[in-house]
């Protein structure tokens, strides 16, 4: 997976350490497991045996970095090794000298040295540059053969800005920087690994170690995948492929046993959702926008990038809650090619939000859809077209035959424009007024939704009608609407 989403350099164990890591490491080498342009890195302590049981894990491989690390900090120098600034050194440069005699005894490998002051981040400015410059006297790295200065920040101590800063006063001061590579290494105890990461390559890093979303020690380390993604957030090509994220989430999930959170930045299931109404309302009009220009530069309100650019759709970009409002509900109809004038809209989401505050929970896709129907186009309605035909095809008179709540049929023949008047006024006593109506044509469903707009005596009421049929469809949305007025009161039969 690793080699698919595009990773060059994979650190895969530290084999003098762990019997695992160790046969691992073997069966990449033994098996042929390592493409051609990647290159695999190991860890391993300052200590002679250790070195030497690296070496012996690596034998045959063709290209591999030796990942070299000790604590330089004063506290590891005084409690952890009992040693001074000179012991330190003494340390890092008696393991380069190792490594560079087994590095002559496998030299049909091609080696890379990389060095950790692993305490680097509470290490004195001036001292982490000492024994970096003591590591390059000894290894003298050439232009063709570079050496990989990892500059961890093992523990998290300061703002990113002060890592930034021992960075780049490093980055100025190190002696043979053409022949260096500078390298960081972020871990996430405050939270702040990947700003660290950020600021240290504005500062002069080259090169960043991380994992996928953020496993490791502690806190773990500098998310790689978010890393990446700012990158592409800012126009910089990260060269991974992180075009299905999805099936990344799954598979890291897996192995390491460790859900990802919902809010993890890019990845977490909630990131691309608005639960809030007027952040709804921004993103339905936002796409609305980029219907007439879908090439041009991805802008979209509270989303930062196109969920599709990494595998994801648009499915969960709004869910509903009691914090939603009309353009939350409107989203996702529209989403289905319903299409509601705005009253209505306002007036469907004030349904739905009594719906959700009764349960004071989330209200799914498919339970709007039901409540619309329900709302909308319910069989309990008392008032039902039972028949419509059009008597004269070069005059608009038509029969329409509609049952009553007693089940009889009532029969009516009259210009189509005339249904108000004619029907529901001769069947109540309350004066009925058709202010307005809207047609909307769904190819797909080869159905027209018609939205009609009626006035029961101070009383606004709206129905819907869905027909093949355009003028079923209209009065449909008659009676749908009479009916609703019936449901709320404002009809006495």
């Not at 045996?49 to 012996?56: D, R």
């Not at 053409?178 to 960081?184: D, F, G």
């Not at 709302?375 to 095809?393: M, R």
Request: net charge neutral.
């Amino acid at each position: 997976m690793l080699v698919d989403v595009g990773f060059k350099h994979i650190e895969v164990g530290f084999p003098a350490a762990s019997k695992t890591d160790y046969n691992y490491i073997r069966g990449l080498i033994d098996h042929n497991r390592i493409p051609k342009d990647v290159t695999i890195q190991v860890m391993t302590q300052a200590r002679t045996p250790l070195i030497e049981k690296t070496f012996e894990a690596l034998k045959g491989v063709p290209r591999a970095i030796i990942h070299l690390y000790n604590a330089t900090s004063p506290f590891f120098r005084e409690v952890v090794f009992n040693t001074d600034r000179s012991g330190c050194i003494k340390i890092a440069t008696n393991a380069v000298n190792d490594i560079k005699r087994f590095m002559a005894l496998n030299n049909e490998t091609k080696w890379t040295l990389q060095y950790s002051p692993e305490t680097f981040c509470f290490t004195e400015p001036d001292f982490g540059l000492e024994i970096c410059n003591a590591v390059i006297d000894e290894y003298q790295p050439t232009h063709k053969n570079k050496l990989i200065l990892n500059l961890p920040t093992t523990v998290e101590v300061s703002t990113p800005n002060v890592f930034a800063d021992h960075v780049e006063w490093f980055c100025r001061h190190i002696k043979a920087k053409e022949n260096i590579i500078i390298s960081v290494h972020p871990h996430n105890d405050r939270g702040t690994g990947v700003a660290t990461a950020e600021l240290a390559c504005l500062a002069g890093a080259e090169r960043i170690e991380g994992t996928l979303l953020g496993n490791g020690e502690r806190t773990g380390n500098l998310d790689i995948i978010n890393q990446a993604l700012n990158l592409y957030v800012s126009g910089i090509n990260p060269n991974l492929n992180l075009s299905n994220i999805s099936s990344i989430i799954k598979e890291v999930s897996y192995l390491n046993n460790l859900p990802v959170h919902p809010r993890h930045p890019y990845v977490g299931e909630l990131v691309f959702t608005a639960f809030s109404g007027s952040h709804q309302d921004a993103i339905k009009k936002g796409f609305n926008a980029r219907k007439n220009k879908p090439n041009e530069r991805w802008e979209i309100p509270y989303l930062l990038i196109d969920p599709r650019d990494i595998g994801l759709n648009y499915e969960s970009i709004v869910r509903v809650n009691s914090q939603s409002g009309k353009g939350g509900v409107s989203y996702l109809l529209e989403k289905n090619n319903i299409f509601l004038p705005r009253v209505l809209q306002i007036e469907f989401s004030q349904i739905i939000q009594e719906q959700v505050e009764k349960t004071g929970m989330e209200i799914s896709k498919e339970a709007i859809f039901s409540c619309f129907n329900e709302e909308f186009f319910s069989a309990a309605f008392p008032f039902k077209l039972v028949s419509l035909k059009c008597l004269c095809p070069d005059s608009n008179e038509i029969e329409v035959n509609i049952q009553t709540p007693q089940g009889l049929n009532l029969s009516f023949k009259f210009p189509e424009n005339k249904i108000m008047s004619r029907v529901f006024n001769s069947i109540c006593p309350n004066r009925i007024t058709l202010l307005d109506k809207k047609e909307a044509i769904l190819k797909e469903e080869r159905s027209t939704y018609s939205y009609v707009k009626i006035q029961i005596e101070d009383n606004i009421i709206f129905g819907i009608g869905r027909n093949e049929n355009r003028r079923k469809a209209y009065i449909e949305g008659v009676i749908c609407a009479f009916n609703r007025a019936i449901k709320k009161g404002y009809v006495n039969l």
